[in-house]
């Protein structure tokens, strides 16, 4: 087989994984590792790379190669690898520098006076930043309409969510709308009479770091190829060779930082098993955001918030921390399912979640397509949160429409991957648990590898093989049915 | 002033200045950092990054820039910039890429089999490869030359030490193999009736790592600038706006870590304190690999082992591993000028430490010049260590000619850095003294700000603005004169 132009468009490709590679290091060190008087050099550093990596993504060359590259002869994963080069070179060539540039100015000069606006409730003052981040957000889905064909806001969400359109949302949303106050309800009923022991602190760093380590290690991080640090804000970066995750310790709250590592993990564990021989092409990446989304809420929701992962924890606690009632598994149970209507999204249970991200979609989409303007967002907030959860945010913009970064710097099409992770994540474990009749009880005894097995078969191993509903389908025999995610709520919430 | 095409350079020399920043970090990270499986994706990325250096640094425009900025109006600042712009084009430049690829491969291929030919004693094996390691060092060396106009051995060396040549080298070398042997014996015959009171272990890792980290702040480390962290090879490395330092630990043995991470401390200093102004242009950068050792030097040999630094350090070993008699500064001060001629450089004292300089000199230059082959190198060997150290090294080859790194990677001409670097820090400590005729009393008390001050005005905010012999000349008023070091040393080891 004679590829030519294929085989420039893998070199190109290799090229800029390496590239990345170096820049998610280099990052990671900045949120880790840099003491604060590194920062300027370094964010010029990292400005210099990130145009080198925007010039080798939009080098005119590619287009043709493309194009070229369309006719010929390729198997079906160098196919796969070509559709998501052309996805990329899209992503990267379909604004106008200019654009960019503007948007990455209006959201960095509206994202930092949040930072004050938020805690001062400064709506009025928030909204003459955010008109601009509005404005450049439409003029950008328009373009990314023209050049995918999309409606401007699937064009949007297409970047996060391949494939996925906003009548499979308005669907899959319009399902939960229904069923979701009625099961908090239910499950805040049946919790009222429940007792709780409240875990009694201090928990030192050292032992929180041990436990957590741990934890990785029963969920099958490998440590050869990945660390555990610290910073400000937790997250999964690295590359998938060498993963790096982070936490923060908290000496009151052990729980927090244990759940978040182990929520990371389930990012982590994604990366490291990515299928190694396309790693440095398009088609070995991980497939989304919301898949993403799907194996750290595996792990979190569906592993570690489950009764019998509880009991595989409550010895490591006594072991690290010392005996105390607290850690009796029926309690840390009951202590990490507590379902409580509030107003943050970030500090939401695993039942309350999808209203908050509910409300978002239904405010961006219409806002991104100019039924709506920014001054309306208050309102509907208020209405949402009423309908939704019962709460009333008026006046408080702190703790409602100015809660979130990701919408100071334009970034809109994104929270819908948060819920449709959740759902994914409940999808594959239907899945699992009817394949494994006595998963509950494996899971009890610590056998977690009909899990991992089956994680690794059908979403670690495809990379981007197939576009999201594609992979949803070839891993669980349907599109994504929300209904799996209803019913693991009203087991755990309902009848457990 | 209209300097269009200076303006092209300084613009392209910051942006390399961003990549080999981004290098720096990572390449400490793989150091410091990076867990083993992580190695082979890095070494590619890595690679990826040295080959945009490298084409950056031969980019065609640059040598039409430096030529017709050259007729440009520039000032003193600028030109100095401008020379040291064109000297990195030379190093860059004089080199064909295929021969800078032969040399790698070799000095690759002979480093690898010598990490396990020098324990096995294996001369024979090792010279099979390390023949064409020569070979290619002269072809560089030949074309060094051609492109200086230096002689080739010069020509080799002015990459590590600009100005200075082997004629000077011999001229300094030549008074020190004088007077060094009968030092050496001087001290040793004045040692051999000291009493040593051996520190007994074990030191923890944690108390050693706090111990170093409260010298390096009294030593004036910047920890907002820079880190201390740890790896197999202890290094300096990071960027002047973010040092990063590393030691290693032994829990038998705290001096090791101490020592080698105050002369680290010296290193990160002068690159804590180039001048800001300048930084990202070559002018901005440290002048040599011999002022850089001199700065190490300074904090290691000029201070750390000086009596009045043992008395400042005696409290804090007290503090960090409880009293025991050892830590008397008297005896921690003989243990830590102790002179014993022995095999390995890299465990030589101060006085004996010139001694395998020399004769590694005498050794490569003729190598490198065609008047010797590298079968004559153990004969050579032996007749030196025994004139300068009195040892017998014959049939030795693992602890002989056989124990260093850098030739096997053919990097010839490096070696006098080591003891230039000794010699000025020796001239600037006189200097120091003649100013601050108190200086000892000072350091004892710990007031270290004049030794701190004079470094800084003569040295670290100087940049490259002069070739070293200048430099020398405008800090001390001489030009290296190995008489302050001779002076150190008999006022150390035979009057003290």
Known sequence: MSTPCYAELTRAYTRLYRYQHIGAIVGWDRNAMMPPKGNEARAAAEAELSALIHRTRTDPRLKQWIDAAEQEPLDELA?????????????????????????????ARCEHAWR???????????????????????????????????????ALMDRFEPGVRAADIDRIFGDVRQWLPGLVAGAQARQSAEKIILPQGPFPVAAQRALNREVMGLLG???????????????????????????????????????????????????????????????????????????????????ARSRPFAGLLA?????????????????????????????????????????????????????????????????????????????????????????????TEGAFGYFPSYT??????????AVIRRQVPDLDARIGRGELAPVFDWLRANVWSQGCLWDTPELVRRASGEALNPQHFRSHLERRYLQA
């Open 79 to 107: 196919r796969a690898n070509l559709r998501e080069i052309r996805r990329d070179w899209r992503d990267a060539n379909a604004l106008p520098e200019s654009l960019v540039e503007a948007k990455t100015l209006a959201g």
């Open 221 to 303: 991080f490998d440590f050869e190829a990945g660390r555990l640090d610290e910073s400000a804000h937790p997250f999964s970066g690295g590359v998938p060779e060498d993963v790096r995750l982070t936490t923060r310790y908290h000496e009151d709250d052990f729980a927090r930082s244990l759940l978040g590592t182990i929520h990371e993990t389930g990012h982590a564990r994604y990366e490291q098993n990515l299928p190694r021989d396309w790693l440095g092409q398009p088609v070995g990446s991980a497939r989304s955001y919301g898949i993403h989304e799907s194996q750290s809420l595996s792990f979190e929701m569906q592993l």
């Open 116 to 154: 004050s606006q938020r805690p001062a409730n400064d709506w009025k003052g928030f909204l003459e930043n955010f008109r601009p981040v509005v404005k450049l957000a439409r003029e950008e889905a328009r373009l990314l309409s023209d050049s995918t064909g999309l409606a401007p806001y699937d």
């Open 420 to 429: 449709l992770g959740a759902m994914y994540a409940a999808q594959w474990f």
């Open 315 to 407: 010895p490591l606690l006594r072991k690290h921390f010392g005996d105390q009632p607290a850690f009796d598994p029926d309690n840390l149970n009951r202590l990490w399912t507590r379902v409580k209507p509030g107003f943050i999204r970030v500090d939401a249970d695993e039942v309350t979640y999808p209203a908050h991200v509910i409300l978002r979609y239904e405010i961006e989409r219409p806002l991104v397509e100019g039924l709506i303007e920014a001054e309306d967002i208050p309102a509907l907030w208020d209405e949402r949160m009423q309908a939704l959860l019962g709460l009333d945010t008026r006046g408080n913009y702190g703790d409602g429409c100015l809660q979130d970064v990701h919408w």
